[in-house]
């Protein structure tokens, strides 16, 4: 099993970055939802095409789960993620 951790800033509501799994790069957009205190996070492949969108971001859930798309699981590992403490008290961690 390979894992990878997926570097996040912290202090932001909104940020996208690019991350590469399974030899494909993919983008990532995550938005603040102040309302319901969570990041809905949406990921887009190299063309621009959606793969999901504005799935919560919760510890130990699979953001990729029933998309069958055969590149393992991505998930928050760690405490709940705030804007204070992204990237601080937890990691993305993609698992293949």
Request: charged share 10%; aromatic share 16%.
């Amino acid at each position: 099993m390979t894992t990878k951790t997926l570097s996040m800033p912290s202090g932001l509501a909104y940020f996208t970055f690019q991350a590469s799994l399974s030899n494909t790069t993919y983008l990532f957009s995550f938005n603040w939802l102040t309302r319901f205190s969570y990041y809905a996070v949406s990921m887009y492949d190299g063309t621009g095409t959606a793969v999901f969108q504005g799935r919560g971001l919760h510890p130990n859930m699979d953001l990729l789960d029933g998309l069958q798309l055969g590149i393992g699981k991505l998930y928050l590992d760690g405490t709940q993620a705030t804007v204070a403490n992204l990237g601080v008290d937890n990691t993305l961690t993609w698992e293949y």
